[in-house]
């Protein structure tokens, strides 16, 4: 009788897990029809169309290889021309994206390198990671007989690994700021923001919030916060990792650490 049993309850199992599965996309597709809903909702606000896209429409223009290890990140430059991708195989490694080839291969003096930047200017990159150090290097730099760049200038004061870097390009600010961005931010892990000048490497100003908040907008003249992204509605739960500003400063994208889409996030200003 038990081997009855068992037999005759598996296929209730295999029911289970149908349902389960079943209720699972619906979920998934109710969401998604309530996200084209608010991004439709957005554009009529604006008098615009949106743009939808399929895996049909995204075409792989370029397969650039050259890194060892794995990418943790990159950046273009304003033209669009170049990329500068930083890799746990210890190199920066700057590329032309019309042609794929590498113009820069720069062995890193720490490996463990976590986030990388093009300057404004399109003349120098800057790349920070585990080392607690962002290090700036000039492009126009001679090389050594292995093709490396020196190192220009090494930024620190950060206690934690240093997750993210940007030049801050004139038009952000005109007080603190200069059109060939040598003012430069960083964000780490210890919980800080801080702003530097990359001619001299002195720290300019350290953004902090007391009970270390690591998802908020600040100001960088008042060195004060403006927001706090974690209070509002559908906010991260997790570590912010990256963050963006677009070009018109009305939306911020930032990402978590995770694997889904979801964790990506935009907020209007």
Not at 26 to 32: G, H, I, K, T
Not at 186 to 198: A, H, K, N, P, Y
Not at 246 to 255: E, F, I, K, M, R
Request: net charge positive; glycine share 8%; charged share 20%.
């Amino acid at each position: 009788m038990e081997g009855v049993s068992r037999k005759r309850g598996r296929p209730r199992v295999v029911v289970t897990e149908a349902v389960a599965e079943a209720r699972r996309l619906a979920v998934q597709q109710r969401n998604l029809r309530r996200d084209k809903r608010k991004v439709a909702g957005y554009f009529k606000t604006q008098n615009k169309l949106p743009v939808t896209f399929t895996p049909t429409d995204l075409v792989c223009c370029r397969t650039l290889q050259g890194h060892s290890g794995k990418v943790y990140s990159l950046d273009w430059t304003p033209e669009k021309n170049r990329i500068v991708s930083a890799s746990q195989d210890g190199r920066l490694i700057v590329w032309n994206a019309l042609t794929s080839q590498k113009t820069h291969a720069i062995k890193l003096p720490y490996p463990w390198v976590m986030t990388c930047a093009f300057s404004p200017s399109g003349q120098s990159v800057a790349c920070g990671g585990l080392d607690s150090i962002c290090s700036i290097f000039n492009l126009n730099s001679s090389m050594d007989k292995d093709g490396n760049v020196p190192v220009s200038r090494m930024l620190s004061g950060h206690k934690g690994y240093v997750s993210s870097c940007q030049y801050v390009p004139d038009e952000d600010t005109h007080l603190i700021t200069s059109s060939d961005g040598n003012r430069f931010g960083t964000g780490s892990e210890d919980g800080t923001c801080r702003l530097f000048d990359i001619r001299t490497g002195h720290q300019l100003q350290v953004y902090k919030q007391p009970n270390s908040d690591s998802n908020i907008a600040q100001d960088t003249l008042l060195a004060q916060v403006v927001l706090n992204l974690g209070s509002l509605h559908n906010s991260h739960e997790g570590r912010i990792s990256c963050l963006g500003l677009s070009a018109d400063g009305s939306a911020l994208c930032t990402g978590k650490l995770g694997f889904k889409l979801k964790d990506l996030g935009v907020w209007r200003a």
